[in-house]
């Protein structure tokens, strides 16, 4: 009676074998039921996953892993959730996050080794600490090293002389990461393919990272780090830091032909097609970038998805663009 009880309890999950693994994970404190996701998100949208895991060191990731295979139920991956918009019936199975045991790093010589979990924009700072260099682009990203490395994160960054656009894979040398089954794999940056926003690392889980960067003197630090000021100043001018989202929407793009000729990324063609402050429910496009959903307080992920379709739509209709999204649905 009471095993039948508790397998009522689990959503989605309807024999004794799924029943027994995640039961195990629970009972050794490494998982819990019913976790709300909105929190772990930057849009702060979202339902619960089913269940939900955040592993601090190989072993226990190996465990999360071997009773999500053996019970059968989806697993997704988190990282910081900065890019990502939760579905509102929440996700089914088990959500995993890397946890704060995986948020380390060292330095040798001039490579930065660092764990999956690890901001970018902390990692900024320890590069410049260590008069390193090219880390610069990160500095404004709120995401973790797994999750950059997975989507191939970038943005504009500095080579000693000039702002360029640069990206995870830029000064990648090495990383560290385990399939669904617990194997750890090494791979070499020449394993991994990489494009824009971009790699094919697919599912595997990223828990270290080795970025070879370049070696600065004191004074080259220096200008290192007010290039690194300076973009953060242009980031809070242009973009909308401090409202509810999920970072860039869609994927930039060049248009070559038509009224739109020029436009040099999403953002600038959503705002030449007059659509800033276009709204469904309480999500709206930003009024500071036009690549930006922001939740203006309440706003579900129906919302969000809709205000999605309906500039896609229009983009369509109106430019004969067909946007491709950035930001990662869990559903």
Known sequence: MLFSIMLDELKHTTNEAVAEALLALERDGLARRDQPLASFTSMRVGGSADWWAEPHNEDELRAVLSAVRNSGVPLQMLGAGSNLIIGDDGVNGMALKLGSGFAWHHVEGHRLITGGAMMLPRLTHIANQNLLGN???ACGIPGTVGGSLWGNAGARGFNGTDFESRDAAADLESLIAFDRDGNRHFLRRDEIQFSYRRSSLGELIVTEATFALRTLTPEHAKAHKEATLQLLKRRRETQPV???SAGCVWKNLCIDGGPLAGC???GELIEKLGLKGHSSGQAAISEVHANFIV???GATSEDILALMTS?????WREAGV???REARLLH
Not at 311 to 315: G, K, N, V, Y
């Open 295 to 297: 939740n203006l307080g």
């Open 135 to 137: 880390f610069e682009w």
């Open 264 to 266: 040099r990324g999403a």
């Open 311 to 315: 500039i896609e739509e229009i983009a």
């Open 242 to 244: 401090n409202a509810p």
């Open 322 to 324: 067909r946007l491709e």
